[in-house]
């Protein structure tokens, strides 16, 4: 069982189900609504996923597309699209109480709209917490 919600705590949920894939998404509208250079998301069955505390909001970011977030804090939380997932919900996993308890992503997507500086982001100097001043 996995756990998750938003970051005022107003949103709970609970998956039942392994994730169908993880990939993180550069295209710019997910950029846009996350503040983030990416996102990532897993696919569960939507039967799978559980709210246990609040309700999301939703507005439609494309024809078909549905994103769901915290009214109060404005994390965001999932994304539906009958036409292009049926039966799936996708789950932002940085939502996640554990986010290494989810598969590792298998792929990033939407590469055509990556940030330049993103591409080599995995060669820069890592630091445990902030560098010294």
Known sequence: MLTGGCHCGAIRYEVSGP????S??????????????LVGW???RADDIRLTTGTPRDYASSADGRRHFCE???????????????GEIDLQTATLDDP??????SA???VADRIGWM???HALPEFARFPDA
Do not use: M
Not at 24 to 37: K, N, T
Not at 100 to 105: E, H, M, N
């Open 119 to 121: 591409k080599g982001a």
């Open 42 to 44: 897993a696919a569960f």
């Open 100 to 105: 290494d308890a989810v598969i590792a992503p």
């Open 72 to 86: 109060r804090c404005g994390t965001g939380l999932f994304y539906t699209n009958p036409i292009i997932f049926p």
């Open 19 to 22: 994730a169908r894939r993880h």
């Open 108 to 110: 990033q997507i939407q």
């Open 24 to 37: 993180l998404c550069h295209c710019r509208d997910c950029r846009r609504s996350a503040g983030a250079p």
